[in-house]
């Protein structure tokens, strides 16, 4: 199985940027897989935020964070990363990582992190 491990969520304020990471557990499992980022505000809907696909040639990004977030992957470290700017109040949610064959915003991805929660102060 794909372990996806995330880190780098914190408590920020509006303007400021942040940037979380995924390593998945093990880089064979891992490979061939498009990777992305949803998140989930409390009270709401799970909502996909951003997905790369395995040749890192095709990203796909919300209309909410469009301009503002970037994806990006290392494949030497089995990584993903969401950097984030120009970070809003309403971008406060929990954040999880995912991969699997497709990750879009219309089907489950086969994998999930856990979470890391991302939480931006007025």
């Known amino acids: 199985q794909v372990h996806l491990v995330e880190s780098g969520g914190g408590l920020v304020q509006a303007g400021d940027s942040l940037r979380l990471s995924c390593t998945a557990s093990?880089?064979?499992?891992?490979?061939?897989?498009?990777m992305g980022w949803f998140r989930q505000a409390p009270g709401k809907e799970r909502e996909f935020v951003t997905a790369?696909?395995?040749?890192?040639?095709?990203?796909v990004y919300a209309d909410s964070v469009k301009g503002r977030f970037t994806i990006s992957r290392d494949y030497a470290k089995n990584t993903v990363y969401l950097q984030m700017n120009s970070l809003k109040p309403e971008d406060t949610a929990v954040y999880y990582c995912?991969?699997?064959?497709?990750?879009?915003?219309?089907?489950?991805?086969?994998?999930w992190g856990q979470g890391t929660q991302v939480t931006v102060s007025s």
């Open positions: 093990s880089g064979r499992t891992f490979s061939g897989n498009a």
């Open positions: 995912a991969a699997g064959r497709v990750v879009t915003a219309s089907r489950e991805p086969d994998y």
């Open positions: 790369i696909s395995w040749s890192g040639d095709i990203t």
